[in-house]
């Protein structure tokens, strides 16, 4: 790598996602002069600490049953004391914040730390990849303060932050091969939002057995401390988060309706759209869709992922990961940082060795309308949706794990 530099699919990643953020900009801009609705050139027009002020009120019921049940149910938008549909372990976690005396205060301070700690980590990384500091300071910051996924996290203080501090320090701990403790932190996230339990199979390939049952174990116990926690009794907490939470999910997987359209890249709504197309009951859609969503993972996952290169075992779960869950929006999306950080790495390797990589530019400038705006890539009145758009986006992702090996050696026993 001549100089120091950026090789260059990281450089046209870069530029990218800054053009990415100029023609939101210019795109709002339009939409506004075109007079369209704030939501729609907007990104940020939803109230600032939205997410974090709905569950203000329902914390000050904690231990009792009516913290699960008979909520009052006040007006949209953000009622005071709306339902925690949530996991318990997520509800748990969620309570110091709000015992906190300014709960939005509180956030902004773990947010910023937790910002902080990526940068700091990954200008170290570039640094000792050989690229100049400047370009590893400027190229750090920037792409955080572009990427739509972070931003819209922080603006609405959602609790996917800490979801992410686990799942994302698994994957460092994976990376240095301390499987037990990427287990311990893949099972807490898990025990905040199911879905992470999918990461937990990367520990197969390396028969690393007693690590993914210590991360079964940990999914378990987080549940029924936080169960019996929340109280006042573990059948009273069982039975409110078990109704919230999937009263939620089904309210929401049953929906059609434009926010599903253009905040949700799950690919339910992918199906949703070929079942609406052909005249198939959405009503019996959500049956054949996780069946088939065991059949993809698992004959992918075994049938050819196991003997690939790590790089492509983690992108192509934490893609699924992301995409396969029927409600998955915006904030959903940073848990594909990771992956990428994995590739980027590859990236660099390969311009060391003066490798070129089959597909590794492609599938890196996939990740773009990932982190880009929706309003960037929705335009109602041609049909188009940032939730679909971002869901087929990941379904060539996850091909594209499938298709090209990306290792230019074998770094897994080399960690960066």
Known sequence: MAGGGLPRELRLFWLCSFIGLVLTIVVGWLKYHAGQSRYNWDPLSDPLFGDLDEHNGTYTLLH????????????????????????????????????????????????????????????????????????????????????????????????????????????????????????????????????????????????????????LATFAGATVLSLWWLGPSIGVAWRGSLMNVFGYQGQRVSEWTLRELVANHSVIDVAKFIALAVGFPLSKLSLIYYLCGAVVITAAFFGKLWKMPVANQLLAVSTFMVMFPPISYYHALVHMYAPLAVLVYV????????????????????????????????????????????????????????EFPFAVQDYSADPA
């Open 64 to 215: 009792q049953a009516s913290f699960f049940f008979n909520v009052e149910a006040r007006p949209w938008p953000y009622p005071m004391f709306s339902t925690v549909a949530y996991p318990p372990f997520a509800a748990a976690l969620m309570a110091p914040l709000y015992g906190s005396p300014i709960p939005a205060l509180t956030f902004l301070i773990v947010a910023g730390l937790w910002l902080a700690a990526i940068i700091s980590w990954t200008i170290r990384a570039l640094i000792r990849s050989g690229i100049g500091t400047a370009t590893s300071i400027l190229l750090s910051v920037t792409l955080v303060c572009m990427s739509f996924p972070i931003v819209r996290l922080v603006h609405q203080g959602n609790i996917e932050l800490v979801l992410w501090m686990f799942a994302l320090l698994g994957v460092w701990a994976f990376w240095r091969q301390h499987d037990s403790a990427a287990a311990v932190l893949w099972g807490m996230a898990a025990a905040m939002k199911f879905f992470p339990i999918i990461l937990l199979i990367l520990l197969l390939p390396r028969r690393r057995y007693t690590a993914f049952l210590a991360g």
């Open 347 to 402: 990236a660099i390797r390969a311009d060391r060795a003066g490798i070129k990589v089959r597909g590794l530019l492609g599938t890196m400038l996939l990740f773009i309308p990932l982190f880009s705006a929706f309003t960037l890539l929705t335009y109602p009145t041609r049909l188009i949706y940032c939730g679909l758009i971002q869901g087929v986006v990941l379904i060539v992702i996850f091909c594209c794990a499938l």
